[in-house]
RNA sequence: ACCGAAAUGGCGGAACUGGUAGACGCGCUGGACUCAAAAUCCAGUGACCUUUAAAGUCGUGUGGGUUCGAGUCCCACUUUCGGUACCA
């Protein structure tokens, strides 16, 4: 054999070498050997922030990228592949601030990231790389909107059908012989449908199109002119200069993704995700089944509809709660309550959604002055206004049965209104007033019945009197899917001169974003396209769309485009997604446990309706990676202050939590970063102020003194607030790979991510142990080579310690691998190497079986030491290790003997030992005699192979 | 407020279906090598009691329960993290 003199293992070299050599041998390209058996192994790609990738992306990166090479090196035909999330709003924020056009950063962005990705060793075939800004992709992404525009779901055979369809009904048969699902029952004669002009027919079929237009609510911050996303509200108020902000509607695109409720319910029987995660989508969906009744109003001769899930309860009905946004509200108020319900709904308007979440405990609401009647026991029933009832749930409104819900009983309490008990718990212990348990009481015809039985009954007897039916409701509401922003994908539709909405043809496609020279912020809530003017009007009489779409539009579908991913013709030909269909394994973050993955899952169920797609479901098993945590800086606002006052964490208590917002801080201002004593001294806050100019004449005080950035001295510390939480963007707190992979090279950070404990867990991020994993790969490196530093393998037979040693270890991994605990992982390998040196093994076969074990955790060193040991072509590309149980047999067993379930002793028998005699000879162990000495047995319990336990 | 998850030494974590709690690594302590340091190697390391050892007692967020036996199962609670659209 040739021998080898290497030089001290130098991951800087070693790395770079082979990451070109990869790249030229095209080691990680997908087959198109359509013959092999497939595995689809996706990561949730990434938005290219302008702070870099950080040390949490790669944690799931890693995970996927291990378990793709052992698939791979397990003969199967793996596709992994890697893109960006490209449009978002930071971007656009970061072109307002400081006119770089999105386009431009982006692309800067992504280069940055491509060569991160790059140094971990991944094996993404970038040939693949899909971009969801990029015009070649996005052409599909409106394509499919356009398709989404032109389908109904369609009741009766519980699919999407295009509107063509729909209209042919029309014109036949009116709405008479429409099962389409839509926003509101409309009933209309074939005659009236062909009478209608161009613009009305045009109004019914948004009621039924699975992209739609609509009103709704969006944050409006009179102070910025703009309309703001949650991501930019934080405490109420705008994260940009603290201002406040309200709902205010508009028109606006969604999609029907409540027309799949059922479906997407259904099939997460079919998928192999946590139980969590469906627990949470499930909840999300939220069906329930109940009954829709209409109240009679008095003094007029329409109604009010209700859902409710007690239809049992309806005796102990005692008034009727509205939301503040109901159609009906304004001519429910009398004269007389006029200005109250004016000044309640402005103070509703100011509160946030979340601010009204957590304040249950604080019911508000005000009577409108209108009544009415009970449909069975034809009292008078007074009708209410408050934010506690949601709009966008059921109808809008409530009957409120405050014996029997909680929310209900507050409100009663408070307002001092008639609490009826109607169900009879006496015999039912421990039953809180809301569950359905207990007997029917004051209740006319429903008297004596037990609650289910009631709600039968009392469904029975509304349809009978036809003031309602069952009715089964979803939580879930449909999708908004308008953005009024810059750098998103153009809806490809315009508005002819009547206001009518026309798709483009999919010849047009695709509609490229215009390239506007200066972006700024968004006036009158309009989009910064409305500036675009040659775009907009594009034609005479035709104006285009200028809200553009959400981040969701492009990642709902991208996991179909990397099966076929430069195709012009179709969003990928249908030989690849009958080839791939779905993906094998899915990994990424929980913060995508419901948005991304249900319009995801209903994307790729529409494009299922259309006979695109095979499969119903898009993601065949799913694991969430934990996140990697930082810490979280802060400043401590006073709300609404002029000029804005900062003041110091200690003082915060001081005040009323109601009164303080808190603006993230770059991490790199903060001294003491990530600790109780974490402040910003003099040149902190003039770092700070020159990232956040608005901020350039705010007070910053501590308990001492108040300054303005101006007049600072150089003692000056403002203490600023430290938690626990998301490594973001948003918070300024990102820590980036690079510096840890140049300092201890690609192998050792991802096995140190690994190592950090379970995939699953958040846990902050830390590098104090690295210096292990490190230690461990120099350790590993000298396995192969002796004190002359040359290759110093040996072709000889292993002995069975080694073997044992070695087999133990690729049993584990197996098993790691599929369960996907690469933390026990690393530690199995440690084991391994710390036995074999004590074995001063040098066996060609043991080291170079380890080698390929080890290789899909440390592609680099593993493949430096193939390719040093005489390997042909990549090591990668090896077949993987399989362990062989006869060399991990012995002879004798280790028994923990426990009295009464203590352990006193351990004690080593030869396996041949039966039951009978261990039983017997284990009492006559003077460890045990003095335990058992003047005691009674009762038994003794002998599980064989793991322990003894003696009962006295 | 609701949904989901987590809590084990000084720290990250291990413990398969209830069966030897603390694997592996960091840190720390002692030793070897060195003029010295770094690096490396060897040994020890949950707490308490004890001069030490042996032996023992306690110990997996808190309080209860089931069991021969509970980190693991059940009930109630606390704290932290992620999500959210008060879901009738």
């Given at each position: 054999m040739q021998k080898f003199i290497y030089m001290e293992y130098d991951h800087r070299v070693v790395e770079q070498k082979w990451k070109q050599k990869w790249q030229i041998d095209g080691v990680y390209k997908v087959s198109n050997d359509f013959s092999l058996p497939k595995y689809y192994i996706l990561d949730m790609f990434p938005y290219p922030s302008g702070s870099g990738l950080h040390v949490g992306h790669p944690l799931g990166y890693i995970a996927s990228d291990i378990m793709s090479r052992y698939k791979r090196m397990s003969g199967f035909n793996v596709l992994h592949p890697m893109g960006f999330d490209a449009f978002g709003l930071p971007a656009e924020q970061y072109a307002i601030q400081t006119g770089v056009h999105p386009a431009?950063?982006?692309?800067?962005?992504?280069?940055?990231?491509?060569?991160?990705?790059?140094?971990?060793?991944?094996?993404?075939?970038?040939?693949?790389?899909?971009?969801?800004?990029?015009?070649?992709?996005?052409?599909?992404?409106?394509?499919?909107?356009?398709?989404?525009f032109e389908h109904y779901y369609c009741l009766n055979s519980n699919q999407a059908k295009p509107i063509k369809d729909l209209i042919q009904v029309f014109s036949h048969s009116g709405s008479l012989g429409c099962a389409a699902f839509g926003q509101d029952e409309l009933n209309f004669t074939d005659e009236e449908w062909n009478q209608k002009g161009e613009k009305e027919r045009a109004d019914i079929l948004m009621n039924y199109r699975l992209a739609y237009r609509k009103i709704s609510f969006v944050n409006w911050c009179e102070a910025l002119?703009?309309?703001?996303?949650?991501?930019?509200?934080?405490?109420?108020?705008?994260?940009?200069?603290?201002?406040?902000?309200?709902?205010?509607?508009?028109?606006?695109?969604?999609?029907?993704?409540?027309?799949?409720?059922?479906?997407?319910?259904?099939?997460?029987?079919?998928?192999?995700?946590?139980?969590?995660?469906?627990?949470?989508?499930?909840?999300?969906?939220?069906?329930?089944?109940?009954?829709?009744?209409?109240?009679p109003l008095q003094g007029r001769s329409d109604t009010l509809e209700v859902f409710t899930t007690r239809p049992d309860t309806i005796f102990g009905v005692s008034f009727l709660v509205v939301a503040p946004e109901h159609p009906l509200l304004k001519?429910?108020?009398?004269?007389?309550?006029?200005?109250?319900?004016?000044?309640?709904?402005?103070?509703?308007?100011?509160?946030?959604?979340?601010?009204?979440?957590?304040?249950?405990?604080n019911m508000t609401g005000v009577f409108t002055g209108s009544y009415a009647t009970h449909p069975f026991t034809?009292?008078?029933?007074?009708?209410?206004?408050?934010?506690?009832?949601?709009?966008?749930?059921?109808?809008?409104?409530?009957?409120?049965?405050?014996?029997?819900?909680?929310r209900d009983q507050a409100f009663a309490n408070k307002f001092e209104l008639p609490i009826i008990q109607v169900v009879d718990q006496s015999n039912e212990t421990g039953a809180s007033p809301e569950e359905k348990r207990g007997i029917m009481i004051r209740s006319e015809f429903l008297n004596g019945l037990q609650v289910q039985e009631a709600i039968v009954k009392a469904i029975e007897q509304i349809v009978a009197k036809k003031i309602g039916k069952e009715k089964v409701q979803y939580r879930m509401r449909d999708a908004n899917f308008s953005r009024q922003r810059y750098w998103g994908e153009p809806f490809p539709v315009y508005y002819n001169s009547e206001g009518v909405c026309v798709a483009m043809d999919y010849s047009e496609l695709p509609l490229e974003l215009p390239r506007l020279e200066k972006i700024e912020v968004s006036k009158n809530g309009k989009s910064p396209l409305a500036e675009a003017q040659d775009w907009v009007h594009f034609a005479e009489g035709k104006t285009r769309e200028t809200d553009t779409m959400p981040g969701y539009a492009g990642s709902s579908w991208y996991f179909l485009r990397y099966m076929d991913p430069k195709n012009t013709e179709e969003f990928a030909s249908s030989s690849s997604l009958d080839y791939w269909q779905d993906v094998d394994l899915y990994i990424g973050g929980t913060e995508h446990a419901v948005g991304h993955l249900m319009y995801s899952r209903f994307w790729h169920k529409f494009l299922y309706d259309l006979g695109y797609i095979k499969t119903v479901e898009p993601f065949k098993r799913l694991v969430n990676q934990g996140m990697i945590q930082g810490m979280i800086e802060s400043l401590a606002l006073i709300k609404d202050s002029k000029p804005p006052k900062f003041i110091s964490h200690e003082l915060v208590s001081q005040y009323d939590e109601e009164l303080i917002a808190y603006i993230p801080v770059h991490k790199d201002f903060v001294k003491n970063y990530g600790t109780p004593e974490a402040h910003l001294d003099q040149p902190g806050i003039e770092e700070f102020i020159k990232w956040r100019p608005d901020f350039k004449e705010a007070l910053f005080v501590n308990s001492l003194e108040s300054k303005t950035a101006h007049d600072l001295n150089s003692e000056f510390k403002i203490r600023t607030k430290t938690e626990v939480g998301k490594m973001s963007k948003r918070y300024h707190n990102v820590v980036n790979p690079d510096d840890v992979i140049a300092e201890y090279g690609a192998d050792c950070f991802r096995m140190y991510e690994m190592f950090l404990g379970p995939l699953e867990d958040s846990k902050p991020w830390d590098t104090k142990g690295i210096?292990?994993?490190?230690?461990?790969?120099?350790?590993?490196?000298?396995?192969?080579?002796?004190?002359?530093?040359?290759?110093?393998?040996?072709?000889?037979?292993?002995?069975?310690?080694?073997?044992?040693?070695?087999?133990?270890?690729?049993?584990?991994?197996?098993?790691?691998l599929d369960a996907?605990?690469?933390?026990?992982?690393?530690?199995?390998?440690?084991?391994?190497?710390?036995?074999?040196?004590?074995?001063?093994?040098?066996?060609?076969?043991?080291?170079?079986?380890?080698?390929k074990l080890l290789a899909p955790f440390a592609p680099f060193i593993t493949e430096e030491i193939y390719q040093i040991s005489g390997g042909l072509g990549s090591v990668h590309h090896q077949e993987y290790p399989i362990h062989n149980e006869s060399f991990l047999e012995s002879d004798s067993i280790n028994y923990p003997v426990s009295v009464n379930g203590k352990k006193r002793y351990e004690w080593t028998v030869p396996k041949a030992m039966t039951k009978e005699e261990l039983e017997s000879s284990v009492l006559q162990l003077d460890e045990i005699k003095k335990w058992t000495e003047n005691q009674n047995i009762k038994k003794i319990i002998l599980v064989p192979g793991r322990m003894i336990n003696i009962v006295i």
């Open positions: 431009v950063s982006t692309a800067e962005n992504m280069e940055r990231y491509r060569d991160q990705l790059h140094n971990i060793g991944l094996n993404y075939d970038w040939d693949r790389e899909v971009i969801t800004c990029d015009p070649s992709y996005y052409k599909w992404t409106q394509w499919i909107f356009i398709q989404l002119g703009t309309v703001l996303a949650n991501d930019e509200i934080k405490d109420g108020v705008s994260e940009r200069g603290g201002h406040p902000v309200e709902k205010k509607p508009m028109m606006q695109w969604a999609l029907r993704i409540s027309a799949y409720s059922e479906r997407l319910l259904q099939d997460l029987n079919t998928v192999e995700w946590s139980e969590s995660l469906k627990t949470m989508q499930r909840n999300w969906i939220g069906k329930s089944t109940g009954a829709q009744v209409f109240f001519s429910l108020c009398t004269a007389d309550r006029d200005q109250s319900v004016i000044n309640y709904l402005n103070q509703v308007n100011k509160k946030t959604d979340r601010d009204k979440q957590s304040d249950v405990k034809e009292q008078k029933i007074s009708i209410w206004v408050s934010d506690y009832v949601l709009i966008e749930y059921g109808t809008g409104a409530i009957m409120a049965v405050p014996g029997h819900d909680l210096s292990g994993v490190s230690g461990f790969l120099k350790k590993y490196h000298q396995l192969f080579f002796n004190d002359n530093k040359e290759l110093a393998l040996i072709g000889e037979a292993p002995t069975p310690e080694m073997l044992k040693v070695l087999h133990t270890c690729i049993k584990k991994l197996r098993a790691d996907m605990s690469y933390n026990t992982s690393v530690s199995a390998f440690m084991i391994c190497v710390n036995e074999l040196r004590k074995l001063n093994c040098k066996n060609r076969e043991v080291l170079l079986t380890l080698n």
